[in-house]
């Protein structure tokens, strides 16, 4: 059963903006802190964002100012609001979900962001 579904991602050009959206099921998004991770090619997969079941956020610096994470409890979804977006964002974004031990985390499909220059 899929827990995490991802959507929002695409191609903008350098400047733009994206919103990405997580939605979870209710249980699992219930118990977590969610995040948003990305992995460009060749690299390691990094933390971007994250938010805590009691809503405290914090970001990797790269990102401060920019980007947004934020959560919509009655839709069981978060959203990683992403501005003024450059070229070395361009990567696979990933919703988790991190439930308490011994709960698993879940992971979303990833989903592609492209900036160009």
């Known amino acids: 059963q899929v827990q995490l579904v991802e959507s929002g991602g695409g191609l903008v050009q350098a400047g733009g903006s994206l919103r990405l959206s997580c939605a979870a099921s209710r249980t699992v998004f219930s118990m977590s802190d969610m995040g948003w991770y990305r992995q460009a090619p060749g690299n390691q997969r990094e933390l971007v964002a994250w938010?805590?079941?009691?809503?405290?956020?914090n970001y990797v610096d790269s990102v401060k100012g920019r980007f947004t994470i934020s959560k919509d409890n009655a839709k069981n979804t978060v959203y990683l609001q992403m501005n003024n977006l450059k070229p070395e964002d361009t990567a696979v974004y990933y919703c988790n979900a991190d439930q308490p031990s011994p709960l698993p985390d879940y992971w979303g499909q990833g989903i592609q962001v492209t900036v160009s220059s």
């Open positions: 938010i805590t079941r009691g809503g405290n956020t």
